[in-house]
């Protein structure tokens, strides 16, 4: 079934521009869809966040075989946007409901012959057609939007992932990672971390920037075989009246979060670095990912420029948010104030790295734009694969690299 799917979808990526890469520039949405796609985007990079920072909490125990939790994340969120790339029902009859409204506009088919073929499920046009229709629009639909450059995208995070990769470069990411509430990411002194030879940061490196791309490689093609398996099992979302009512969810959770985040709960200060700074930065980032993305991506069909620069952009804003929260000579403040504005500055921080740059940047799109490029040439897919790894761990070593190896860093108070 996989294969029939590829041959009836040419490049057999089923409508894969998630952050449009390949292909014409889509037509603009109308006002009202575009309001529900950004309110989607809002309300599913929280819930993609927040599964993050939970996923990385779960995976972080004493002597975990692997020693970053995010591996976990970026496997689950390419995973899913696998399914949702693949998947042929989920989002079906809503988009047969409209092609039968636009057929009945258009064409001036008759509203029963319509009505007749949508509780049959044997649509009154061509097959064919119908399925290229079908996977256009799926791809401008704000649910399948949200679920994959919101969720997904923010489910999993190149920026971080490029950050631990430098970490096991220079010997600061501990062995045995303890996370809290009150560290949602890996702190150098999370752990106890043993000196080494300098020659064993390599394959430390090796081993960082292998595992996750491999791993997530393996997620999404799993998600696209089980969404080709199991499509008579795949439910139908009743989608008439969800948009409106995500909608008032998503504006509502984060003025919620706005809130709390002003006027965090007596007792519960910890949980505003740990928790709702994270989710208070996370659709900023997630929305100028989408529109980098469907701006520049079409216009370079062989190197998605949008992604790239986006993990770009992310990867080195959380490389100076790190070495400030570190920094005693920079931000002497935050390392000697448990409260008041030394421990809010450093909450701050904390919360560009996981919630802004963690949902600016991206592996599960990544993947399926490798997944893309390679299907037509591979030698795209290399260069674009290992272009971003390397361009983004190099600048790491750069903006990282050079305060620890000179000044280095110091204990922030907010992990």
């Known amino acids: 079934m996989a294969v029939e799917q590829e041959k009836k979808n040419g490049d057999g990526m089923n409508g894969v ?41 779960l995976s972080s125990y004493p002597g975990a075989v692997v020693i970053t939790p995010l591996v976990w994340a970026n496997l689950a969120g390419s995973a899913m946007i696998g399914f949702l790339v693949e998947d042929d029902r989920l989002f079906r009859a809503k988009i047969r409901s409209r092609q039968a409204r636009e057929r009945r506009s258009n064409q001036g088919t008759q509203p029963g012959m319509d009505a007749l073929a949508e509780e049959s499920g044997s649509p009154a046009s061509d097959q064919g057609v119908e399925d290229e229709q079908w996977i256009t629009r799926k791809k401008e639909m704000p649910l399948y939007i949200g679920l994959t450059t919101g969720f997904c995208g923010c489910l999993t995070s190149f920026s971080t992932f490029a950050r631990d990769s430098f970490l096991a470069l220079s010997n600061d990411l501990p062995s045995t990672p303890v996370f809290s509430l009150s560290s949602p990411g890996p702190s150098i002194q999370a752990g106890v971390i043993p000196a080494r030879n300098a020659a064993w940061s390599l394959p430390a490196l090796l081993g960082s920037v292998i595992l996750t791309p491999s791993l997530s490689l393996v997620g999404y093609h799993t998600g696209r075989h089980l969404a080709a398996a ?87 804003v959380l490389g100076m948010a790190y070495d400030l929260q570190h920094s005693w000579s920079v931000f002497p403040v935050m390392m000697t104030t448990t409260t008041g504005k030394g421990l809010i500055s450093c909450q701050v921080l904390k919360g560009v790295q996981e919630g802004f740059c963690g949902s600016l940047t991206t592996v599960s799109t990544w993947v399926v734009e490798l997944d893309s490029l390679g299907r037509k ?39």
């Not at 950004?38 to 993609?48: A, D, K, P, Y």
């Not at 040439?377 to 694969?385: D, I, L, S, V």
Request: glycine fraction near 8%.
């Open 230 to 316: 199991l499509p008579r099992s795949t439910p139908r979302l009743p989608t008439k009246h969800l948009d409106p009512v995500l909608a008032v969810v998503a504006y509502t959770s984060y003025l919620v979060i706005i809130f709390l985040a002003a006027f965090p709960p007596s007792g519960h200060l910890s949980s505003r670095g740990t928790i709702l700074f994270p989710l208070l930065f996370s659709p900023p980032g997630c929305l100028l990912r989408y529109y980098l993305s469907r701006w520049l991506n079409p216009r370079f069909p062989t190197f998605p420029l949008g992604t790239f620069l986006c993990n770009l952009l992310g990867t080195g």
């Open 377 to 415: 040439r591979r030698r795209r897919a290399w260069r674009y694969g290992a272009g971003s790894v390397a361009v983004c761990v190099g600048l790491l070593v750069g903006v990282m690299g050079v305060m620890r190896w000179t000044v280095g860093w110091r204990r922030s108070i907010c992990g």
């Open 17 to 57: 521009q998630i952050e449009p890469s390949h292909g014409p520039v889509e037509p603009r949405h109308p006002p009202l869809q575009h309001f529900f796609t950004v309110s989607h985007l809002i309300l599913f990079s929280l819930l993609g966040t927040l599964a993050r920072l939970a996923i990385q909490w």
